[in-house]
């Protein structure tokens, strides 16, 4: 911890005299500029130790020759690798808190007592406060802030776990529930009101040596103490840092279109300019070439200043609320208010000026760059392939004929589809371990013979009242034959299922109409170790290492592992990146403007009038849109 001797003689009385006592809301506006510097430092910090132990991870994951998914994840964890790699991520969690978090409490205490607020001085004293968080009550908080909190939205929570979240298949299980839907909203309402009773946990660690047993207690203590004035702050400042963020990033937003908007409405769209071949033969760029280059350049370095702006007001703000809740502390906890100290009324000018002046050169070379090479940055021959999830999505019921015709009538690429097998060894499609939610029969395909199943009568999920049969594997067949790619979903499979299905596909002659697919990698390490003519694909969550090193055609990966480095990996492998299953807008658009090759979903309406709407937009607007993915990774 950072402290100040404590001198209570008359000299040291009337040097603190001379420090000039101003209000909060003074010192935070003049304080700004190095909480601006602050979080740009700590997080251009974070990146080298970051990197080193991400790698690492994939290092020894990827041991061996095998990759760690869960798909494979029961193998993972009566492996060596688990511990070492459980060690690590504890490690690499440390970093994030002791950068973003621990760093950032001791900087604004230093702000707020009058104090120089370096920077390695401050992760210094958080490296040292590590050691009080080697015990439960210490290992709880640290979890807690992983996972609970980016989960409920209230209190800390660092970058490497803020996009967490239920994936969305399980999310659909959960919401359809009524009973789990309760128990879920109810587990969310218990994490918020331990993060408000915890809200000063970290300051109390940190800055009065507590242990978080005790940290938690004085926490609690405090927020009850002073609750009406603390709650009043702390909504107060929420709502208008939620409202300047809000405004500003609508404002900046905006700011390209106003500027080359109009510009950006007369250039053609889709213009080619392959720069890389006029270089080679030597011939030169016509006038329009020229035009169309300058306002790429021009719409890049506005697009790119815009978010940089955009960064600044979210980074100040978030410092912003720190130094909020530091000074609550201190306030709260009987210590010395805000002193204002003289040093940062001296600033050096010069070297921020030219700070400024480096940044937009750097831009302008960004720009450059960007601008000249847009075609082979930006552009792409083949718009991404869309798989109907559950044979038509939502434009049928679900694994029936019926979405099969809808798949095919919209121009699917492929279908998905799940296999299970009868009691009697005949392969029906149904996605549930039972019939109980589309029939009301509760009980498993494995249970019953085909005939059984085929008297059963399927709940049309569309609305229209229409009857339905369970369909088999063979009549799947006999409709995408020539007509669609068929995704084969092995459920509850084994090497068994994936020799019948093999030799039933063949005896229909739809190899090439068909691929293997499956959450369970054995199976499809299996499949496309004895029959490599047939495409296979894995589908999973998460991963750690290289995920082109499974033995698949097909890497089928959930939103939050479709990031660049795993595509482009896989593209380097010369196999398909996939992604599943996405179903809403803000997905939709980061997916169908991105080098993934497929999307699985259930929305084919909406992804075609996404399509529609990316393929309608100017080079300023596809600007906007791939930086915006790229911020959003």
């Given at each position: 911890?950072?402290?100040?001797?404590?001198?209570?003689?008359?000299?040291?009385?009337?040097?603190?005299d001379?420090?000039?006592?101003?209000?909060?809301?003074?010192?935070?506006?003049?304080?700004?500029?190095?909480?601006?510097?602050?979080?740009?430092?700590?997080?251009?910090?974070?990146?080298i130790?970051?990197?080193?132990l991400?790698?690492?991870?994939?290092?020894?994951?990827?041991?061996?020759?095998?990759?760690?998914?869960?798909?494979?994840?029961?193998?993972?964890?009566?492996?060596w690798?688990?511990?070492?790699?459980?060690?690590?991520?504890?490690?690499?969690?440390?970093?994030?808190?002791?950068?973003?978090?621990?760093?950032?409490?001791?900087?604004?205490?230093?702000?707020?007592?009058?104090?120089?607020?370096?920077?390695?001085?401050?992760?210094?004293?958080?490296i040292?406060?590590v050691?009080?968080?080697?015990?439960?009550?210490?290992?709880?908080?640290?979890?807690?802030?992983?996972?609970?909190?980016?989960?409920?939205?209230?209190?800390?929570?660092?970058?490497?776990?803020e996009?967490?979240?239920?994936?969305?298949?399980?999310?659909?299980?959960?919401?359809?529930?009524?009973l789990?839907?309760?128990?879920?909203f109810?587990?969310?309402?218990?994490?918020?009101?331990?993060?408000?009773?915890?809200?000063?946990?970290?300051?109390?660690?940190?800055?009065?040596?507590?242990?978080?047993?005790?940290?938690?207690?004085?926490?609690?203590?405090?927020?009850?103490?002073?609750?009406?004035?603390?709650?009043?702050?702390?909504?107060?400042?929420?709502?208008?840092?939620?409202?300047?963020?809000a405004?500003?990033?609508?404002?900046?937003?905006?700011?390209?279109?106003?500027?080359?908007?109009?510009?950006?409405?007369?250039?053609?769209?889709?213009?080619?300019?392959?720069?890389?071949?006029?270089?080679?033969?030597?011939?030169?760029?016509?006038?329009?070439?020229k035009?169309?280059?300058?306002?790429?350049?021009?719409?890049?370095?506005?697009?790119?200043?815009?978010?940089?702006?955009?960064?600044?007001?979210?980074?100040?703000?978030?410092?912003?609320?720190?130094?909020?809740?530091?000074?609550?502390?201190?306030?709260?906890?009987?210590?010395?208010?805000?002193?204002?100290?003289?040093?940062?009324?001296?600033?050096?000018y010069?070297?921020?000026?030219?700070?400024?002046?480096?940044?937009?050169?750097?831009?302008?070379?960004?720009?450059?760059?960007?601008?000249?090479?847009?075609?082979?940055?930006?552009?792409?021959?083949?718009?991404?392939?869309?798989?109907?999830h559950?044979?038509?999505?939502?434009?049928?019921?679900?694994?029936?004929l019926?979405?099969?015709?809808?798949?095919?009538?919209?121009?699917?690429?492929?279908?998905?589809?799940d296999?299970?097998?009868?009691?009697?060894?005949y392969?029906?499609?149904?996605?549930?371990?039972?019939f109980?939610?589309?029939?009301?029969?509760?009980?498993?395909?494995?249970?019953?013979?085909?005939?059984?199943?085929?008297?059963?009568?399927?709940?049309?999920?569309?609305?229209?009242?229409?009857?339905?049969?369970?369909?088999?594997?063979?009549?799947?067949?006999?409709?995408?034959?020539?007509?669609?790619?068929?995704?084969?979903?092995?459920?509850?499979?084994?090497?068994?299922?994936?020799?019948?299905?093999?030799?039933?596909?063949?005896?229909?002659?739809?190899?090439?109409?068909?691929?293997?697919?499956?959450?369970?990698?054995?199976?499809?390490?299996?499949?496309?170790?004895?029959?490599?003519?047939?495409?296979?694909?894995?589908?999973f969550?998460?991963?750690?290492?290289?995920?082109?090193?499974?033995?698949?055609?097909l890497?089928?990966?959930?939103?939050?592992?479709?990031?660049?480095?795993?595509?482009?990996?896989?593209?380097?492998?010369?196999?398909?990146?996939?992604?599943?299953?996405?179903?809403?807008?803000?997905?939709?658009?980061?997916?169908l403007?991105?080098?993934?090759?497929?999307?699985?979903?259930?929305?084919?309406?909406?992804?075609?009038n996404?399509q529609a709407?990316?393929?309608?937009?100017?080079?300023?607007?596809?600007?906007?849109?791939?930086?915006?993915?790229?911020?959003?990774?």
């Amino acid at each position: 911890m950072i402290k100040t001797k404590v001198d209570t003689s008359q000299t040291s009385q009337k040097k603190n005299d001379d420090i000039q006592k101003i209000p909060f809301y003074k010192l935070s506006l003049q304080a700004l500029p190095e909480i601006w510097i602050f979080q740009i430092i700590i997080y251009l910090i974070l990146t080298i130790p970051a990197l080193l132990l991400l790698g690492l991870i994939d290092w020894v994951a990827g041991i061996g020759g095998k990759i760690v998914t869960t798909a494979n994840i029961k193998s993972f964890l009566f492996s060596w690798k688990f511990p070492v790699i459980l060690v690590m991520i504890f490690l690499l969690v440390l970093v994030y808190m002791v950068i973003e978090l621990f760093s950032q409490i001791y900087f604004t205490e230093c702000l707020l007592k009058g104090q120089k607020a370096g920077i390695i001085k401050c992760i210094a004293a958080g490296i040292k406060s590590v050691k009080r968080f080697m015990n439960f009550g210490g290992i709880m908080t640290i979890l807690f802030i992983l996972i609970a909190a980016p989960l409920c939205g209230v209190g800390f929570f660092i970058s490497l776990s803020e996009s967490f979240y239920i994936p969305n298949f399980i999310m659909e299980v959960v919401l359809k529930n009524p009973l789990y839907k309760i128990g879920y909203f109810a587990l969310i309402v218990f994490f918020i009101l331990i993060a408000y009773r915890s809200i000063f946990i970290l300051h109390a660690v940190l800055l009065d040596n507590m242990t978080p047993n005790e940290g938690r207690k004085y926490s609690s203590r405090l927020v009850k103490e002073h609750r009406a004035a603390f709650l009043k702050r702390l909504l107060l400042n929420v709502l208008a840092v939620v409202a300047i963020i809000a405004l500003s990033g609508v404002f900046f937003e905006h700011l390209p279109g106003w500027l080359l908007g109009n510009l950006a409405e007369t250039m053609p769209k889709n213009y080619n300019i392959d720069i890389k071949t006029i270089m080679e033969s030597g011939a030169g760029l016509s006038d329009l070439d020229k035009k169309v280059i300058m306002y790429r350049i021009a719409s890049v370095f506005v697009v790119i200043l815009e978010k940089y702006l955009t960064a600044i007001v979210t980074l100040v703000c978030g410092g912003y609320l720190m130094l909020v809740l530091t000074q609550s502390y201190l306030e709260y906890s009987g210590k010395e208010g805000p002193l204002w100290p003289q040093r940062l009324k001296n600033g050096r000018y010069i070297g921020k000026v030219m700070l400024i002046i480096g940044v937009f050169i750097l831009f302008a070379l960004i720009s450059i760059g960007l601008g000249v090479f847009y075609n082979s940055i930006y552009g792409r021959d083949d718009p991404v392939k869309i798989v109907a999830h559950r044979a038509g999505g939502i434009m049928a019921s679900e694994n029936s004929l019926e979405g099969l015709y809808k798949s095919i009538e919209h121009g699917c690429y492929a279908a998905e589809i799940d296999v299970q097998r009868t009691k009697d060894g005949y392969y029906i499609i149904n996605h549930d371990n039972d019939f109980a939610r589309l029939t009301g029969v509760a009980k498993t395909p494995q249970e019953m013979t085909l005939a059984e199943i085929k008297e059963l009568t399927i709940q049309d999920t569309t609305g229209n009242g229409q009857e339905l049969s369970v369909p088999t594997f063979e009549e799947m067949l006999d409709v995408t034959k020539g007509k669609i790619k068929l995704f084969i979903e092995l459920k509850g499979g084994d090497h068994q299922m994936v020799d019948d299905l093999v030799r039933i596909i063949r005896e229909h002659d739809c190899v090439e109409d068909t691929a293997l697919v499956s959450l369970n990698y054995d199976e499809i390490d299996y499949a496309e170790t004895n029959y490599p003519e047939f495409e296979t694909g894995t589908l999973f969550f998460a991963s750690l290492g290289d995920v082109s090193k499974l033995n698949c055609d097909l890497i089928v990966m959930e939103e939050e592992s479709a990031i660049d480095i795993n595509i482009y990996s896989i593209h380097k492998a010369g196999k398909q990146a996939m992604v599943w299953t996405v179903n809403t807008e803000e997905g939709m658009y980061k997916f169908l403007d991105s080098t993934i090759d497929g999307v699985v979903t259930d929305e084919i309406p909406m992804a075609e009038n996404v399509q529609a709407v990316l393929d309608d937009r100017t080079d300023l607007e596809v600007i906007q849109d791939e930086l915006v993915i790229l911020i959003y990774e």
